[in-house]
């Protein structure tokens, strides 16, 4: 018979491994170069609120390419942990995702797209001080070249950075355009 697995407080267990390894709560302050950070230390007080400590240290953030400025904003918390002497963060830019109409298709599975907002009503209207931008469409991308998605067409937009430098925000839609007139 198959005994139950156990979890484990796995904050704990790292706090316990961190005070051999070096693991440190940090407050990203600015950046200093690519994907380097100067970050200031902390520690939590006995009310349970974070305060900093000792010297603002230096932090690699792993997630971001060395040859390009990070984008990291300041006031960032991360868990930083000292390898071979240098302290390394893995903090990824939050994904910005939005509601759009389908205005208008420029072929090639791209198509221009409207911001839109939600009313109190539930109702969607376009989003004001705000222009169309281009966004593709990946199941397009991925089945073959249509222009199947109708004009009006409500989507949830994704915004990815390239890999330009700096980086450009592309885009991105998945709607299964191709599924919609099988009965």
Same mark, same amino acid.
């Given at each position: 018979?198959?005994?139950?697995?156990?979890?484990?407080?796995?904050?704990?267990?790292?706090?316990?491994?961190?005070?051999?390894? $070096?693991?440190?709560? #940090? &407050?990203?302050? /600015?950046?200093?170069?690519?994907?380097?950070?100067?970050?200031?230390?902390?520690?939590? @007080?006995?009310?349970?609120?974070?305060q900093g400590t000792g010297d603002p240290l230096e932090v690699?953030?792993?997630?971001?390419?060395?040859?390009?400025?990070?984008?990291?904003?300041?006031?960032?918390?991360?868990?930083?942990?000292?390898?071979?002497?240098?302290?390394?963060?893995?903090?990824?830019?939050?994904?910005?995702?939005?509601?759009?109409?389908?205005?208008?298709?420029?072929?090639? $599975?791209?198509?221009? #797209? &409207?911001?839109? /907002?939600?009313?109190?009503a539930g109702e969607y209207v376009d989003k004001p001080d705000?222009? @169309?931008?281009?966004?593709?469409?990946?199941?397009?991308?991925?089945?073959?070249?249509?222009?199947?998605?109708?004009?009006?067409?409500?989507?949830?937009?994704s915004a990815i950075p390239d890999t330009s430098n700096p980086?450009?925000?592309?885009?991105?839609?998945?709607?299964?355009?191709?599924?919609?007139?099988?009965?």
């Amino acid at each position: 018979m198959k005994e139950p697995t156990v979890y484990h407080d796995a904050l704990y267990k790292l706090a316990q491994v961190g005070q051999s390894m $070096g693991v440190r709560i #940090v &407050r990203v302050l /600015e950046l200093v170069e690519n994907n380097r950070y100067s970050a200031q230390p902390m520690e939590f @007080d006995q009310s349970g609120d974070l305060q900093g400590t000792g010297d603002p240290l230096e932090v690699i953030n792993l997630s971001e390419p060395a040859d390009a400025d990070g984008l990291l904003p300041a006031d960032t918390h991360a868990v930083a942990l000292d390898v071979e002497g240098r302290w390394v963060i893995f903090v990824r830019t939050a994904q910005s995702v939005m509601f759009a109409k389908v205005i208008d298709s420029l072929g090639d $599975g791209m198509y221009t #797209v &409207r911001l839109q /907002e939600i009313t109190s009503a539930g109702e969607y209207v376009d989003k004001p001080d705000t222009d @169309d931008f281009t966004a593709c469409n990946l199941a397009e991308v991925s089945l073959g070249p249509g222009a199947a998605v109708e004009d009006g067409t409500y989507v949830l937009i994704s915004a990815i950075p390239d890999t330009s430098n700096p980086p450009q925000n592309r885009y991105v839609f998945d709607h299964p355009a191709y599924a919609k007139y099988l009965d």
